[in-house]
């Protein structure tokens, strides 16, 4: 038995792929193009796992799928690859319909000639988990009760459109071809190996070099965080025992202001690692993100309900064990920031001026 992990060299797909070789010892093919968010580094905790195979590639790419398919007979595909960052897709939409709709179509047609050429118990028992998120759901106010399963789409970025339409279409094919889909839409996760350009680790990364710590906006917009272990141990989860075209809110019952994200880092910084005059005074208020969504918050009961499943880690253990797994990683740290990042850093914030 095989399952084909995509984008399983990002933050969340490689920390799953660690936590499921260890968890289920079950082989797994690892498809991922390795854009700037893809890291091979990530994987050094499986690099002598014998189920773990690695493959180079394009989720669009039709013909690798087809290879990938018939030679490795995965009984399952878990599907995070995709372009993630919701600045970027401010900046530049196309890749993100590229990857997140196109990629998705494509991956869905090879999962579904696969699936149809399979007979008895193996067809029955073969799975298409697609990894997608709250902001398919849009923006609440303060008093707003949280996402429920049953909340209407209403997409406000690019990034959450796209992820949106990769719903939709994982959806049509349960629907019309009877594709056994599973869905997953989870709020911010966190953790070790994320790239330094989400909140978190960029204002980790930004605080340990004393550089500008820079908060959209008045920081008061809210999220949900997931510690990314939580988050592995849920899809794994919802792999084994969820119903066959449901979708699964997950969430990590902490929601925090960004402004108090914020200081909680610094603080725990300066408690590892003391700064005369505090990490806090490089805090900059900066131009809001254009569109920017308020508050984000998960109603995980369905879950909680069906498979038993709550987060384990608090916010406060799982940012303190993040703040720590950076300060002893600043090598992995400086090997991701490439000149591409760089780039992005240029054009992300150099024309953000102090609000
Ligand atoms: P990430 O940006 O860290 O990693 C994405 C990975 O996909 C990278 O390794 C990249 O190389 C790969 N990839 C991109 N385009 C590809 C393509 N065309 N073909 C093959 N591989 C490709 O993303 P992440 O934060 O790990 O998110 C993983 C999934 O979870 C995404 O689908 C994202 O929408 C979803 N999600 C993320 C969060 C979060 O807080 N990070 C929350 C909710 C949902
Ligand atoms: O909610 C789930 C989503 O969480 C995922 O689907 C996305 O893939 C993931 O990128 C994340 O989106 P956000 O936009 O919420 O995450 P980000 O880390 O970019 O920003 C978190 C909050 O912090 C958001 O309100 C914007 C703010 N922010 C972000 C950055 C990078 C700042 O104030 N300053 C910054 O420099």
Redesign the pocket.
């Known amino acids: 038995m095989t399952i084909l992990v995509t984008g399983g060299a990002g933050f969340i797909g490689s920390n799953f792929v660690i936590d499921w070789l260890g968890a289920e010892r079950e082989p797994v093919v690892n498809l991922d193009k390795l854009t700037y968010a893809g890291n091979l580094s990530n994987l050094d905790a499986v690099a002598d796992d014998a189920g773990h195979r690695f493959v180079q590639g394009d989720i669009g790419d039709a013909a690798l799928l087809e290879r990938i398919f018939s030679e490795h007979h995965p009984r399952a595909v878990v599907h995070f690859a ?1 372009e ?4 970027r897709s401010i900046h530049g939409p196309a890749p993100f319909v590229d990857t997140n709709v196109v990629g998705t179509l494509r991956l869905l047609e090879a999962a579904r000639g696969a699936w149809t050429r399979l007979e008895g118990g193996a067809r029955e028992a073969f799975r298409f988990l697609h990894v ?4 398919v759901y849009g923006t609440l106010g303060p008093r707003d009760p949280a996402f429920t399963e049953q909340t209407p789409y209403a997409p406000n ?1 690019p ?2 459109a796209s ?1 949106a339409s990769s719903d939709h279409l994982v959806r049509a094919y349960h629907h019309t071809y009877g594709l056994p889909t599973l869905t997953t839409n ?4 966190y953790g070790p190996l994320q790239f330094p ?4 680790p ?2 980790i990364a930004n605080a340990v070099e004393g550089k500008p ?5 008045d ?1 008061q ?4 965080w997931l510690y990314v272990n939580d988050h592995c141990d849920a899809i794994r989860q919802v792999l084994a025992r969820g119903r066959v075209g449901e979708t699964y809110n997950i969430g990590g019952n902490a929601e925090r202001a ?1 402004l108090d ?2 200081n909680t880092i610094c603080d725990a910084l300066q408690g590892a690692r003391p700064r005369p005059g505090g990490y806090r005074e490089l805090i900059r208020f ?1 131009a809001d ?1 254009p569109g ?2 308020r508050r ?1 918050a998960m109603d995980i009961r369905k879950i909680q309900g069906e498979l038993g499943w709550a987060p384990r880690e608090s916010f406060e253990s799982g940012l303190a064990r993040t703040v720590a797994w950076y300060l002893d990683n600043q090598d992995w740290v400086a090997r991701v920031k490439s000149g591409e990042y760089r780039n992005w850093i240029e054009t ?2 150099g024309k953000r001026s102090t609000a």
């Open positions: 995709a993630s960052h919701v600045d997608s998120t709250d902001e970025s990034y959450a992820k989870c709020s911010n996760n350009e989400k909140l978190i960029l204002v710590i820079p908060v959209y906006g920081g917009q809210v999220r949900d960004n994200v914020v900066v993100r920017h969504d984000y992300n914030y």
